[in-house]
Nanobody, 125 residues
């Protein structure tokens, strides 16, 4: 079992930055590829970014490329999502998740086994 706890969300003005953290307990997060997803009100959950077990490969969707960066520190059992140049449309609950597919970055939610409870990110215009 892996328990994931997100933090770092909050209210920020457009153009601002936030860094989300996902702290894992239980099994070491180094055994898993990790992903960040988000869900805005009235919308489906969507993949944002992911990273393989050792950070060798990362992937992100086009609408965050150049603005969001995923990273991980396996020694701290923590994954991060640095979000810059935030836009109002980035407002959502952000979730981190762990996948047993270590060597690639899954984009589908059903490829992830463990999920955090989410952290709210609100970007004001």
């Amino acid at each position: 079992q892996v328990q994931l706890v997100e933090s770092g969300g909050g209210l920020v003005q457009a153009g601002g930055s936030l860094r989300l953290s996902c702290a894992a307990s239980g099994r070491t997060v180094g055994n898993y590829a990790m992903g960040w997803f988000r869900q805005a009100p009235g919308k489906e959950r969507e993949f944002v970014a992911g990273i393989t077990w050792n950070g060798g490969i990362s992937d992100s969707v086009d609408f965050v490329k150049g603005r969001f960066t995923i990273s991980r520190d396996n020694a701290k059992n923590t994954v991060y999502l640095q979000m810059n140049s935030l836009k109002p449309e980035d407002t959502a609950v952000y979730y981190c998740a762990a996948s047993g597919f270590r060597l690639r970055v899954p984009r589908r939610g059903n490829e992830y086994t463990y999920w955090g409870q989410g952290t709210q990110v609100t970007v004001s215009s």
